[in-house]
């Protein structure tokens, strides 16, 4: 009798725990397809064969924490563009810190200066 007690009382706890547990393991989805926190409209040339092109579209792919790091550009004074990316990092953050880095690493690369200063985020999530 008391063998039957408690595995009734098991199954109803596991059923509680089960109910509670579901709505936790949907909330985290993932970041794929969605832009994010967007803090400045970003020139992306037409040419899908452009590295910042592809470097943002691979930004927006991404399912984890990331960010797209751009100089701004003016037709007028610049007429380059440099970029940079953090892609599924452990915390947006993160995303932010590597993205900016890999966008300073290539204002050194190519030892230019823009008239728009340095590299900022455009878009994290």
């Given at each position: 009798?008391?063998?039957n007690?408690?595995?009734?009382?098991?199954?109803?706890?596991?059923?509680?725990?089960?109910?509670?547990?579901?709505?936790?393991?949907?909330?985290?989805?993932?970041?794929?397809?969605?832009?994010?926190?967007?803090?400045?409209?970003?020139?992306?040339?037409?040419?899908?064969?452009d590295?910042?092109?592809?470097?943002?579209?691979?930004?927006?792919?991404?399912?984890?924490?990331?960010?797209?790091?751009?100089?701004?550009y003016?037709?007028?004074?610049?007429?380059y563009?440099?970029?940079?990316?953090?892609?599924?990092?452990?915390?947006?953050?993160?995303?932010?810190?590597?993205?900016?880095?890999?966008c300073?690493?290539?204002?050194?690369?190519?030892?230019?200066r823009?008239?728009?200063?340095?590299?900022?985020?455009?878009?994290?999530?």
């Open positions: 009798m008391k063998l007690y408690f595995r009734r009382i098991a199954a109803s706890i596991l059923a509680v725990l089960l109910i509670f547990a579901l709505p936790g393991a949907g909330a985290a989805e993932s970041l794929a397809g969605k832009v994010g926190d967007k803090r400045f409209s970003s020139y992306l040339p037409g040419n899908p064969k590295e910042c092109t592809k470097t943002y579209h691979d930004y927006v792919a991404a399912g984890g924490h990331s960010a797209y790091a751009t100089t701004f003016s037709r007028v004074v610049d007429l563009i440099i970029c940079g990316s953090g892609l599924n990092a452990p915390s947006q953050k993160a995303a932010e810190e590597r993205a900016l880095r890999s300073q690493a290539g204002l050194k690369r190519w030892k230019v823009t008239a728009s200063g340095g590299c900022e985020i455009a878009a994290s999530k």
